[in-house]
């Protein structure tokens, strides 16, 4: 099988394989002696990133080469991410905690004169609602009154109604007496 090296990753030959030139990059002999230069790179990459190999311990010797370069370029790009993201975690941390600092610093004038732009906003509102709420009374009011007055009006009416009816009535039995007496007048023989 030593006629037909294969990469020892993904296990193509010089040709068939995505990671261009074979080379022996440790100690290690036989089946496991090649490598493609670009899947070293990338497992050297990782993660986790491996510097030596696993079976003989040496460090792997990196090739000049177009996949050495590459390796180089992961190898720089991890490292960068690697920095760079807890760089960035502090550095959002740090401007959140100036942003506390300059609004604990904004002085207590300032939050006092904001404290009191709230509560004359809320007096102002507290006012209105109880304006609103006068009018709304007074016309309430008003109607109570209209209403009172309608009724009394109609009892009024209704009384002079009554009173009519009455003196109807007297009228009417005054004229039936009439009509009596002047009945019992002309009917009394002499
Ligand atoms: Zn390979
Ligand atoms: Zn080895």
Redesign the pocket.
């Known amino acids: 099988m030593s006629g037909r090296a294969t990469?020892r990753?993904?296990w193509?030959t010089a040709s068939s394989?995505?990671?261009g030139r074979l080379v022996a990059p440790c100690r290690c002999t036989g089946s496991v002696r090649h490598?493609?230069e670009?899947?070293l790179a990338q497992w050297r990459v990782g993660p986790p990133a491996r510097t030596h190999c696993e079976i003989c311990h040496t460090r792997f010797r990196m090739p000049a080469g177009p996949g050495a370069l590459l390796a180089g370029a992961a190898q720089a790009a991890w490292c960068v991410v690697r920095l760079v993201w807890p760089a960035a975690l502090l550095a959002a941390a740090a401007w959140q905690g100036v942003q506390w600092g300059a609004r604990a610093a904004v002085g207590p004038e300032q939050r006092q004169r904001e404290r009191e732009r709230l509560r004359e906003d809320r007096a102002q509102q507290r006012r209105q609602r109880q304006c609103v709420a006068r009018q709304r009374w007074q016309q309430k009011r008003r109607e109570w009154q209209r209403r009172q007055q309608e009724r009394r009006l109609q009892q009024n009416r209704q009384e002079q109604q009554q009173d009519m009816d009455a003196v109807g009535a007297v009228k009417l039995a005054w004229a039936a007496t009439q009509v009596l007496l002047a009945a019992g007048k002309a009917g009394r023989p002499r």
Request: aromatic letters at 0%.
């Open positions: 990469c990753i993904c193509g394989g995505p990671g490598v493609h670009g899947c």
